[in-house]
C-alpha cells in the first residue's frame, strides 16, 4: 500500500473509512509495515472474532458502537472513544453489541 493509498493521509474520521455489512465482519488494513498494522473493523450486531491468540501487542480504539471484548478471563465492554489494551500471547475474542466500528493497531516485536 503506498501512502497516496492510504486514506488517513488528510484528516478524517476512520469509522467514515469502513462501511457496516449486514451479517459480517469487514476488515480494511490503512497501515501495514514491517513493524505493525494499522486495521479498521466494522461488525454487524451479533458478528465478532472468535477467540485467538497473536504473538504481537495491540490495542483497540472503539470508534462506533458497543462490543464485549475477552481478554484472557476478563471482558470488557467498550464504547465510542475508549481504548483497550490486548497483551501479545493472550487469548482475545469480540461480539458485537450492536453495529461497531474499530481500529486495531498492532506492534509486532523487532527482530533480533
Known amino acids: 500500500m503506498s501512502d497516496r493509498d492510504n486514506p488517513l493521509e488528510r484528516p478524517t ?3 467514515s ?4 455489512q449486514q451479517g459480517a465482519v469487514v ?3 490503512i497501515v501495514r509495515q514491517p513493524s505493525g498494522n494499522v486495521t479498521l473493523f466494522a461488525f454487524d450486531e451479533g458478528e465478532g472474532l472468535a ?4 504473538p504481537h501487542e495491540a490495542m483497540i480504539l472503539a470508534l462506533e ?3 464485549e471484548i475477552t481478554v484472557g ?3 470488557h465492554r467498550l464504547r465510542d472513544g475508549e481504548a483497550l489494551h490486548l497483551p ?6 469480540i461480539r458485537a453489541r450492536s453495529p461497531f466500528k474499530m ?9 533480533i
Open 13 to 15: 474520521t476512520p469509522g
Open 17 to 20: 473509512i469502513i462501511e457496516l
Open 27 to 29: 476488515s480494511r488494513t
Open 51 to 54: 477467540e485467538h491468540v497473536t
Open 65 to 67: 458502537g458497543d462490543a
Open 73 to 75: 478471563s476478563d471482558r
Open 88 to 93: 501479545a500471547s493472550v487469548p482475545h475474542g
Open 103 to 111: 481500529m486495531l493497531v498492532m506492534l509486532k516485536k523487532a527482530e
